[in-house]
């Protein structure tokens, strides 16, 4: 593979999807009924498990997810929960992220384990038809805001936040499950090795340098562009940790993707 460097993420290029739009749908349905899946599995003490991300548990990283699925499911609720994470951000300055991510949790918190076993199972096939029903030209706009990246602001599109990064974050987290709880985690080369193949050409593009990539297990593969320079090798998941801040990474390791 050949990579080029392309001026993206700016204002007047926002960052937008790479792949084939119903590759990225189809990956999204899957993933979501994947997350379901692994959700169905958890025995009920690996519920109060601590996961990778540092202020949640088992069961609060579930209500992230299932938060973050019902806000893409209709466009009223991605407006209500933005609203409501607007007014957190005026009342304490907590990064909107952070509020938005503090509310899915939080307004899941009397939820039972079975209740949020439920809510995944229905929740993630309404999110997907959802994204796949948001037309283009709501999809092409960019988002209000910046986005920051490693400490950079970049500007992305709707659709690119819809298409991609709503399906890496669930696919991170289903990820964070397992190796939290022990359980198996479930990998194939026609689902999480095209999720990994996207973001091995974002972090291309990204760092514009000459590389030589090979990924080992069922979602990795070998990438590489004309020119020699730097060579990793290392698991497939284990780089896409690196790259989303949850393991350290040297030389272009550092170069991080949205997940």
Same mark, same amino acid.
């Given at each position: 593979?050949?990579?080029?460097t ?5 204002r007047?290029n *926002? ?5 084939e739009r119903?590759?990225?749908m189809r990956?999204?349905r899957?993933?979501?009924a994947?997350?379901a899946?692994?959700v169905?599995?958890?025995?009920p003490e690996q519920w109060s498990? @601590?996961?990778?991300?540092?202020k ?6 579930v209500?992230? #997810?299932?938060?973050?699925?019902a806000?893409?499911?209709? @466009? ?7 609203k409501?994470?607007? &007014? ?7 990064a +909107? #992220?952070d509020?938005?991510?503090?509310? +899915? ?19 993630g @096939? &309404?999110?997907a038809?959802?994204?796949r029903?948001?037309?283009f030209f #709501? ?6 805001e910046?986005q ?6 970049e ?6 936040l819809?298409d991609?990064v709503?399906?890496?974050d669930?696919?991170?987290h289903? #990820? ?7 359980n198996?985690?479930v990998?194939t080369?026609d ?5 990994v193949?996207?973001v ?6 990204r760092?514009? &340098?000459p ?6 297990? @069922? ?7 004309d020119?020699?320079g ?9 780089f ?7 393991? *350290?990474?040297?030389g ?5 993707v949205p997940?």
């Amino acid at each position: 593979m050949t990579t080029q460097t392309a001026t993206v993420g700016t204002r007047e290029n *926002p960052r937008r999807i790479v792949l084939e739009r119903v590759t990225a749908m189809r990956l999204a349905r899957d993933e979501y009924a994947r997350v379901a899946d692994a959700v169905v599995g958890l025995a009920p003490e690996q519920w109060s498990l @601590p996961t990778d991300c540092p202020k949640w548990d088992v069961r609060e990283l579930v209500a992230h #997810i299932c938060g973050m699925a019902a806000m893409a499911a209709t @466009p009223w609720e991605t407006n209500r929960q933005l609203k409501a994470a607007d &007014k957190e951000v005026a009342r304490t300055g907590v990064a +909107q #992220i952070d509020a938005l991510t503090g509310l +899915q949790v939080s307004e899941r918190a009397s939820k039972t384990p079975e209740e949020l076993t439920a809510e995944m199972r229905s929740v993630g @096939p &309404k999110a997907a038809r959802g994204r796949r029903l948001t037309p283009f030209f #709501i999809r092409n706009r960019r988002l209000p805001e910046e986005q920051s990246m490693d400490g950079v602001s970049e500007w992305w599109t709707i659709g690119y936040l819809l298409d991609v990064v709503l399906t890496r974050d669930p696919w991170m987290h289903r #990820i964070d499950l397992s190796r939290a709880t022990g359980n198996e985690l479930v990998l194939t080369a026609d689902h999480d090795g095209v999720i990994v193949d996207d973001v091995v050409r974002e972090w291309a593009s990204r760092h514009g &340098k000459p590389y030589r990539l090979t990924l080992t297990g @069922p979602a990795g593969g070998t990438w590489s562009t004309d020119d020699d320079g730097e060579h990793l090798e290392l698991d497939a998941i284990e780089f896409c940790r690196i790259l989303s801040g949850r393991a *350290p990474g040297e030389g272009l390791l550092k170069t991080k993707v949205p997940f």
